[in-house]
């Protein structure tokens, strides 16, 4: 389970720190009766900066319990980075699944599926790194070629925030993010919360019988 080095020392003021790791690789495993089976081809390997050009992404402002801002951060809705692996499975499989993510150190923390999959009123996030900056009434990008370079509009419109994530839990001490970090705002406690994420398996559990 979580090995709870996300939080470093006591909550006083809103600010955290944050350093970036690396990618996280996803794959589809089935647990069978014995053990866990093979896993499947499905698997892939996601870097960061492919996080990062997600469609999906969002700036997420992170409000404490008593309203404290911790801050603004590109963000991943759980749901969609795991989506696409499984895709055709039918809904009711993909409600018996369970999500294994797996931090740097090696420890892990366990989702259920109807907690990440829609409608849920408040779905666990990745958060990719911290947004710096603000933005006005007015943002100017350069012309190249009579071409806008998308990429420069994203990156300047990041600062405004699409998201404003009110997490449940009380926060005992200042967090210290380490990216991509699951949060699970809808945990009264954030015992579930995961640092350094570096894989996330899709388990699906055996309906047949044990042998």
Same mark, same amino acid.
């Given at each position: 389970m979580a090995s709870g080095t996300l939080f470093r020392k006591p909550l006083e003021r809103c600010a955290i720190s944050g350093r970036g790791v690396g990618g996280l690789i996803v794959g589809i495993a089935m647990v069978v009766g014995e053990g866990i089976g093979q896993e499947r081809a499905r698997g892939k390997e996601l870097e960061l900066s492919e996080l990062l050009r997600h469609p999906a992404r969002v700036t997420?402002?992170?409000?404490?319990?008593?309203?404290?801002s911790l801050g603004r951060y590109e963000a991943l809705p759980v749901w969609r980075v795991i989506a696409p692996f499984v895709d055709g499975i039918p809904r009711t499989t993909q409600q018996t699944m369970v999500l294994v993510f797996t931090a740097a150190d090696g420890s892990q923390t366990v989702l259920s599926m109807a907690e990440v999959m829609p409608p849920v009123p408040l779905p666990? !996030?990745?958060?990719?790194? /911290? &947004?710096?900056?603000?933005?006005?009434?007015?943002?100017?990008?350069?012309v190249r070629g009579g071409r806008v370079d998308i990429s420069l509009v994203e990156q300047a419109v990041a600062p405004a925030v699409r998201l404003r994530y009110r997490l449940q839990a009380v926060l005992p001490r200042e967090p210290e993010f380490r990216f991509p970090v699951l949060v699970v705002g809808a945990d009264v406690e954030p015992l579930r919360? !995961?640092?350094?994420?570096? /894989? &996330?398996d899709i388990v699906e559990p055996f309906q047949g019988q044990a042998r």
């Open positions: 997420a402002e992170i409000i404490t319990k008593t309203g404290c666990p !996030l990745l958060l990719l790194r /911290r &947004v710096e900056g603000g933005i006005g009434d007015t943002v100017r990008v350069p919360w !995961l640092p350094s994420v570096v /894989r &996330v």
